[in-house]
């Protein structure tokens, strides 16, 4: 090629770019390299890396728009969507609680922490304004308009993210039949092929969503913490095809379980998704720390997906104290580097 053949092409492929990028979204005919440019792309030798929108908590505004935002600039391509942002976009009523508050001190409280009294108030406070919050919830559900969350698909898959998971309120063992209906289904509009809950430690319940689930062609992923064991799911699974795990591998180790890897190999075809962080055994006092401070196998979990080709996601969920001066963003786009370098 000549030197002004070669600037002849250049240019134009600049300026065909330049049209892309400037002009209609409905790209017909141009490039997959131009219909992709500027999108996320989190799918590393095969291996899916996700993250739930959890990680994004801290910040400010928790609408849909700006969820998809964090997602987009954390470089991820597919998530597990919280319910809040969805609802919120579908008119949900507005929730009373700040959950920015309210998230450490739930956790505090789970992990059987040392709670003052002032922090006793605001989870007693909390849990009343939460139980009327999901009344109202409940009521709106009953009307839904499935359109808007058709919508919300639509916004996020344009952007190149796709929501795998889907996590409302609405499946709790006081949810009516309605409320996991609704969940369900909301999800599989979402594009979502599986919803994610606590587990609830009630065989009747976890009974009763498996068979929900088979019906609306979707699968239960229970999350476990540090109660987790090689069994703990297997009353779940038993039950129904529609069970699955919604691993915590960080919350795993934490727990002083010995071999993780060999937990997922023995029930890979039954993980619907697997959340990833880095947290320390019971002998190295259970941090939950910036990645590769612990002693959580983030690198040999990561290659053995790869290597054995599950199609699973690992999904980020940022617990670490974000560091002074960055923020959850940023951090959920180092946590995606360093499964990069992982799977390089």
């Not at 141009?30 to 994004?56: C, D, E, M």
């Not at 910040?59 to 998530?79: C, F, H, N, R």
């Not at 002998?283 to 612990?294: E, F, I, P, Q, V």
Request: proline share 5%; hydrophobic share 40%; charged share 25%.
């Amino acid at each position: 090629m000549t030197n002004q053949t070669r600037r002849n092409f250049l240019g134009a492929t600049a300026t065909l770019a330049a049209g892309a990028v400037l002009g209609t979204n409905k790209l017909f005919g141009t490039p997959a390299i131009i219909r992709n440019l500027n999108k996320p792309n989190s799918l590393i030798n095969g291996v899916q890396i996700g993250t739930i929108t959890y990680s994004f908590r801290d910040m400010p505004d928790q609408s849909a728009e700006a969820t998809l935002k964090y997602v987009v600039d954390s470089g991820i391509s597919a998530i597990e969507l919280m319910g809040g942002p969805a609802e919120m976009f579908a008119g949900a009523p507005k929730n009373p609680v700040d959950m920015r508050v309210l998230f450490p001190l739930m956790r505090k409280r789970r992990e059987n922490q040392v709670l003052t009294d002032d922090e006793k108030k605001q989870l007693a406070d909390a849990d009343a304004q939460t139980k009327a919050y999901r009344e109202e919830v409940t009521k709106w559900r009953q009307g839904v308009d499935f359109k808007k969350f058709e919508q919300v698909r639509k916004m996020y898959n344009d952007a190149g993210v796709s929501i795998y998971a889907f996590k409302p309120d609405a499946f709790g063992v006081q949810a009516t039949d309605a409320d996991i209906d609704y969940g369900m289904k909301a999800a599989k509009v979402l594009g979502a092929n599986h919803v994610t809950l606590e587990h609830p430690a009630n065989d009747a319940h976890t009974l009763r969503l498996g068979k929900m689930a088979e019906k609306h062609g979707v699968r239960v992923g229970y999350h476990g913490h540090e109660q987790q064991t090689p069994t703990f799911w297997d009353t779940a699974l038993g039950q129904s095809s529609g069970n699955a795990l919604n691993f915590d591998l960080g919350h795993y180790v934490a727990a002083g379980q010995p071999d993780p890897l060999g937990l997922i190999k023995q029930k890979s075809d039954r993980i619907a998704s697997m959340h990833i962080k880095d947290r320390q055994d019971p002998a190295h006092g259970k941090g939950n720390l910036a990645w590769g401070m612990g002693n959580t196998p983030l690198r040999e979990v990561l290659q053995l997906m790869r290597d054995q080709k599950y199609k699973f996601p690992a999904v980020v969920e940022l617990e670490y104290k974000v560091p002074e001066g960055s923020n959850s963003v940023a951090e959920v786009r180092k946590c995606l580097e360093y499964c990069r370098a992982a799977l390089a």
